[in-house]
């Protein structure tokens, strides 16, 4: 079930590619590895669910207790082998997991720049560029026939692009798709703006819209594809990211994030001081005349010297430009200060979610074990419907912590273990209820 989930979500990169039975079969073996976090918990719910269900509806269990034997004590076994599996587990998803996701990550990458001119089919306006609608009219390897491009990138303006042959490759870093288009010609619809009358009466653009035309012999259009696949080629680059370290090598980076922020939150303060000392000889010189500037109260005049009319501009003027400056210096520190935030947010969540898996295997046996006790059916009949809503809303709370996580709403640690916190209550009530044979339902 989840490999198909994973054949829905990259069906449009695996078809129309020519790729080979061995190379999907690979794929297929990293990414079985890489979804073992999701599909073991339920594995274990409902293997533990459908045990004790058996015992439970054939009366073993009733025999066991009969005997003497506790239901806590009945489960010592079964509690020992799901201990060693969750260890088992953290250490494969550690070691193993990172490994498989670089693994497929690249592959898939691969799959996906095999034919990159194939986001272009002939006949029918591709769609996969934001912005852009493009239609060829035929296409052979890497060279296009009657080329259009319908450019709605500018919010007021259209731009129509329109050439004989065209030919496509790929930027180096595999950011850009260019388009080397040749014979062609550019229709330009520019911003709606209401007609007017000249002084000789005569109506100027009369359709609301002006527009211009421009030829070319040859051009270079440049799309970003960005979205559309991984940005590096090389599998060494790909460890980097946070999906593909261990708990040891997340701690670096982290370290490494810390420290990357400090430096820069240190350089902009030297900037900045070395800017405002600047800034305040200028504001001395300007505001002695200029009443626009006397909200700087807080800097003390120091010098009583008259400046002219022509100085006392170009201080003004050089005074307001650093204070442009300063604020645009400003918004690129926070920007940056964001975008470290959100790399160590990241590569937190991707932390606690190795803890988190060996812990939901344990908690999801003590909620499958007891409630099959508790229920007393076996088999795959009510022991799957019951594993499969019980699962579904473990996944519920596994996505929305996550996605909370992810969009700085809660910590990390909240976020990853939400699901964990709140079945362990449920877990506990099960197996008190198991014990003392009471229904809970």
């Known amino acids: 079930m989840l490999i198909l989930q994973f054949f ?55 025999a066991l207790k009969s005997s003497g034997f506790s239901l806590l004590r009945i489960m010592r076994p079964l509690i020992i082998i799901v201990s060693s599996i969750a260890v088992a587990t953290f250490i494969f998803a550690n070691y193993v997991i990172p490994a498989a996701n670089l693994k497929w990550h690249t592959l898939i990458y691969d799959i996906q720049n095999k034919k990159i001119s194939t986001l272009l089919t002939p006949g029918v306006y591709s769609k996969h560029f934001e912005g ?35 030919t496509v490759y790929k930027s180096v870093n595999g950011r850009y798709l260019f388009l080397d288009l040749r014979n062609g010609r550019i229709l330009e619809e520019l911003e709606i703006q209401n007609p007017m009358y000249l002084s000789n009466g005569v109506l100027t653009n009369p359709s609301s819209r002006p527009s211009r035309v421009s030829r070319f012999d040859q051009g270079v259009y440049k799309l970003d594809i960005e979205g559309l696949d991984l940005n590096r080629s090389k599998e060494d680059l790909f460890t980097d990211k946070y999906e593909m370290l261990n708990v040891f090598q997340i701690n670096a980076a982290l370290d490494s994030v810390a420290k990357k922020k400090q430096q820069l939150q240190q350089l902009f303060g030297l900037q900045t001081t070395r800017a405002y000392m600047s800034l305040n000889s200028q504001i001395l010189q ?11 109260k807080s800097i003390p005049v120091k010098t009583s010297k008259e400046l002219n009319a022509n100085d006392l501009k170009v ?18 520190q926070q920007q940056n200060t964001e975008a470290l935030d959100r790399e160590t947010t990241l590569y937190w969540i991707e932390f606690h979610r190795k803890f988190a898996l060996t812990y939901s295997i344990i908690v999801l046996f003590f909620v499958g074990a007891p409630l099959g006790a508790l229920i007393r059916k076996g088999g795959f009949g009510a022991p799957v419907v019951i594993a499969a809503l019980i699962f579904m809303l473990y996944f519920i709370l596994i996505s929305i912590g996550e996605n909370l996580a992810d969009t700085g709403s809660i910590s990390p640690f909240i976020g990853m273990w939400l699901a964990a916190i709140l079945f362990t209550p449920i877990a506990i009530l099960f197996t008190r209820a198991a014990i003392l044979d009471k229904k809970i339902i």
């Open 132 to 166: 852009y609608a493009i239609k060829i009219d035929s296409l052979k390897g890497n060279q296009c026939e009657g080329v259009t491009i319908h450019d709605y990138t500018q919010p007021t303006q259209l731009r129509t692009v329109r050439a004989k042959q065209a």
């Open 315 to 332: 201080a003004r003027t050089l005074a307001l430009s650093k204070i442009r400056r300063n604020q645009q210096q400003l918004e690129m």
């Open 8 to 62: 829905w979500l990259y069906i449009d990169d695996l078809m129309g590619k020519g790729i080979s039975v061995l190379v999907i079969l690979e794929l297929l073996f990293y990414v079985s590895a890489s979804i073992i976090p999701l599909a073991l918990p339920l594995a274990i719910l409902l293997s533990s669910l459908m045990t004790f269900g058996n015992l439970a509806e054939h009366n073993e269990l009733t």
């Open 286 to 296: 300007a505001k002695i005349h200029d009443p626009s500037l006397q909200e700087f």
